[in-house]
């Protein structure tokens, strides 16, 4: 029989095992999902093209990323995967961002590039990836990739552990929403009018 303080700590931890393994994409009781009104699936519903275009394609001139996440191609619905496939021209950069709903595994097939993350300590992890080097960014956190050659691009290949791991742009999502600049400039302890030609320099 358990005693009050052990059960509580039983409560607590079988709470939270439920809720880690609540923390990913839900599990299905299917060996996959079928949009509503849908056909019966064959061979196209289970196959993405939509990196061909990338393949074959030209170098853009900005960055790029070509994802092929359960919007693009519903077949992953509940299948805990996808994939994205990112172009960085010669100086690009991925701005600073976050994935809330998986860590990321990046395969550079092309190129080198300077790739880090900071930890909930603030401490920064960074490296400098060669062609066929792999990191991690671990879910969750804030991470960046950029190609410092002044002449050769770089590509990518990402993988996450969810049918939509999600984007979360800082640059974008700080200074491209509806948060007054007052708390902006407070957060950022600078004023007003350089909240302002920050969000002016993004839209530009």
Same mark, same amino acid.
């Given at each position: 029989?358990?005693?009050?303080?052990?059960?509580?700590?039983?409560?607590?931890?079988?709470?939270?095992?439920?809720?880690?393994?609540?923390?990913?994409?839900?599990?299905?009781?299917?060996?996959?999902?079928?949009?509503?009104?849908?056909?019966?699936?064959?061979?196209?519903?289970?196959?993405?093209?939509?990196?061909?275009?990338?393949?074959?394609?030209?170098?853009?001139?900005?960055?790029?990323?070509?994802?092929?996440?359960?919007?693009?191609?519903?077949?992953?619905?509940?299948?805990?995967?996808?994939?994205?496939?990112?172009?960085?021209?010669?100086?690009?950069?991925?701005?600073?961002?976050?994935?809330?709903?998986?860590?990321?595994?990046?395969?550079?097939?092309? @190129?080198?590039?300077?790739? /880090?993350? #900071?930890?909930?300590? +603030?401490? %920064?992890?960074?490296? !400098?990836?060669?062609?066929?080097? =792999?990191?991690?960014?671990?879910?969750?956190?804030?991470?960046?990739?950029?190609?410092?050659?002044?002449?050769?691009?770089?590509?990518?290949?990402?993988?996450? @552990?969810?049918?939509?791991? /999600?984007? #979360?742009?800082?640059? +974008?999502? %700080?200074?491209?929403? !509806?948060?007054?600049?007052?708390? =902006?400039?407070?957060?950022?302890?600078?004023?007003?009018?350089?909240?302002?030609?920050?969000?002016?320099?993004?839209?530009?």
């Amino acid at each position: 029989m358990y005693s009050g303080k052990k059960m509580i700590f039983v409560i607590v931890a079988t709470l939270a095992i439920a809720q880690t393994a609540l923390a990913g994409d839900p599990d299905i009781l299917t060996d996959f999902v079928v949009p509503p009104n849908s056909p019966p699936p064959d061979g196209n519903f289970f196959t993405n093209t939509g990196f061909r275009s990338v393949v074959n394609g030209s170098v853009p001139p900005t960055f790029k990323v070509v994802k092929a996440a359960v919007e693009q191609f519903p077949a992953l619905n509940g299948q805990s995967v996808s994939y994205a496939m990112l172009i960085y021209p010669a100086g690009a950069v991925n701005p600073v961002h976050t994935h809330p709903r998986s860590a990321e595994l990046l395969f550079l097939t092309r @190129g080198t590039l300077q790739v /880090g993350f #900071v930890d909930t300590t +603030n401490k %920064l992890y960074t490296q !400098t990836l060669q062609q066929g080097d =792999l990191f991690v960014f671990p879910k969750g956190l804030v991470h960046f990739q950029y190609n410092a050659d002044p002449k050769l691009p770089a590509v990518a290949l990402s993988a996450f @552990g969810s049918a939509n791991a /999600g984007t #979360v742009s800082l640059p +974008n999502s %700080l200074f491209n929403s !509806t948060i007054d600049d007052s708390v =902006l400039a407070l957060s950022f302890k600078t004023d007003v009018p350089t909240i302002q030609k920050i969000k002016a320099g993004l839209k530009g």
